[in-house]
């Protein structure tokens, strides 16, 4: 049976997802070709330490999530980052609650910085925060 962190995750990536053509990785190294479209990749991130609640007992977290996002394009790579970034918010705004799983989504601005890549065009790449609200009976489940 999942945690709800596993299950809030797991919401989050396939809510990602729904961009059209990018593909969304999840916890996995950035591969050594980069689609046109860009790519996505979930970083599970730190739960940190919960808020508690007593009577009854919730654990009440703000989940730091992280998206790794990563555009490779000689042409247009700032207008297709900024493309993405936009996507990203846009598909985070439509369903804040991922469902009725989480009590809140939010996000934090990126910081994008440009990677040279020797005998290819360089990268455009930046960190975006995530954070999860959520309460859970259980810090382990």
């Known amino acids: ?24 990785l999840r916890g996995e190294v950035l591969p050594e070709r980069v689609p046109p ?58 369903d804040r609650t991922l469902g009725g799983l989480c009590d809140w989504v939010e996000t934090e601005a990126p910081e994008p910085v440009d990677l040279p890549v020797e005998g290819a065009a360089s990268l455009k790449a930046a960190v975006v925060p995530i954070i999860l609200h959520y309460a859970t009976s259980d810090p382990l489940a």
Do not use: C, N, W
């Open 37 to 94: 479209s860009g790519l996505i990749i979930l970083r599970d991130g730190d739960p940190g330490e919960p808020g508690v609640t007593l009577s009854p007992l919730r654990y009440h977290y703000q989940h730091r999530a992280e998206l790794e996002v990563v555009v490779q394009d000689a042409k247009s790579r700032d207008a297709r980052f900024a493309e993405l970034i936009a996507s990203i918010g846009a598909v985070i705004v439509a």
């Open 1 to 24: 049976m999942p945690t709800t962190r596993e299950t809030i995750l797991t919401a989050l990536a396939d809510l990602l997802r729904t961009i059209p053509h990018v593909p969304v």
